[in-house]
């Protein structure tokens, strides 16, 4: 994903894969026939997930990510 954005910063590239994924999901459970409700089940799983993710980022960066830094200093 660094070649094809590489001006982004890091939480835009994210956010792009994020929303691409929310799309993916959404274009292989409800088909291209219907946008509205196609739109709808986009809307859904990136609501659905977002809570999710951002409950992960901050365990990560909390108490994960530290350890691995210590690890990799010593």
Not at 8 to 26: C, F, I, P, Y
């Amino acid at each position: 994903m660094l070649k094809l954005l590489p001006l982004l910063e890091e939480s835009k590239r994210n956010l792009v894969v994020g929303v691409a994924m929310a799309l993916s999901t959404a274009l292989n459970n409800v088909g291209m026939a219907n946008s509205g409700e196609r739109f709808t089940a986009w809307l859904n799983g990136l609501l659905a997930a977002l809570p999710i993710a951002l409950t992960l980022m901050v365990t990560v960066s909390m108490t994960i990510k530290p350890k691995i830094e210590r690890f990799l200093r010593s």
